[in-house]
């Protein structure tokens, strides 16, 4: 069974850090576009940043450039969300999600999906 749980989150004051876990079983996350997104209370789902399978290209929204890094561990089956600089407007609950065909970095290009853990930015 196609299982995706993230792990990470929390409460963590305007300018700190945070790295979110994606740990994939049941499948190999190497083989799979790998996405993070999040939705804050009244909003849409949106695309933080996303990694491709086939050449590890990735994507970043512009309100999270240059603050979070994506990257992926294979032997760990495990992709990392590295958060810094966090801002209060980051506060939102963050999915990871996967898919073998993927290539934008749109929730509705994803099949498969995390329960999703809460970041809050606040002092």
């Known amino acids: 069974q196609l299982q995706l749980v993230e792990s990470g989150g929390g409460l963590v004051q305007p300018g700190g850090s945070l790295r979110l876990s994606c740990a994939a079983s049941g499948f190999t996350l190497d083989y799979y576009a790998i996405g993070w997104f999040r939705q804050a209370p009244g909003k849409e789902r949106e695309g933080v940043s996303c990694i491709s399978s086939s050449d590890g290209s990735t994507y970043y929204a512009d309100s999270v450039k240059g603050r979070f890094t994506i990257s992926r561990d294979n032997a760990k089956n495990t992709v990392y969300l590295q958060m810094n600089s966090l801002k209060p407007e980051d506060t939102a609950v963050y999915y990871c999600?996967?898919?073998?065909?993927?290539?934008?970095?749109?929730?509705?290009?994803?099949?498969?999906w995390g329960q999703g853990t809460q970041v809050t930015v606040s002092s």
């Open positions: 999600a996967a898919d073998p065909i993927a290539t934008l970095c749109k929730s509705s290009g994803y099949d498969y």
